[in-house]
Nanobody
Framework: QVQMVESGGGLVQAGGSLRLSCQAS????????VAWFRQAPGGEREFVGG????????YYEESVKGRFTTSRETAKNTLYLQMNNLKPEDTGVYYC??????????????????WGQGTQVTVSS
């Protein structure tokens, strides 16, 4: 059982930056793939980026490559998402998720067992 708490969302102008954090408040991320998903109003939950906690392999959705970076601080059981050059289309609720995803399933929400409560990111134009 893993419980996570996200933080760091907010309102930012286009071109700005935010850093999201996801900390395991119960359990550990060890052995899991930990990822960020986002959901825009009226939209489906979509994969943003993720990392294999043990090996450090990183995965990204095409539209965020070069702008977003995931990183982890294993001692604190915390995942980060550094978001630079934000665009209005990045607006949404960002969720942290953990599961036994592998490279072929990492972008599927079905591969994740545990989800945080989400944090709102709003990018104004």
């Amino acid at each position: 059982q893993v419980q996570m708490v996200e933080s760091g969302g907010g309102l930012v102008q286009a071109g700005g930056s935010l850093r999201l954090s996801c900390q395991a408040s119960e359990g550990t991320f060890s052995g899991y793939t930990v990822a960020w998903f986002r959901q825009a109003p009226g939209g489906e939950r979509e994969f943003v980026g993720g990392i294999r906690w043990s090996g450090g392999n990183q995965y990204y959705e095409e539209s965020v490559k070069g702008r977003f970076t995931t990183s982890r601080e294993t001692a604190k059981n915390t995942l980060y998402l550094q978001m630079n050059n934000l665009k209005p289309e990045d607006t949404g609720v960002y969720y942290c998720a953990a599961g036994r995803a592998i490279a072929s399933t990492v972008k599927s929400a079905r591969a994740y067992y545990y989800w945080g409560q989400g944090t709102q990111v709003t990018v104004s134009s």
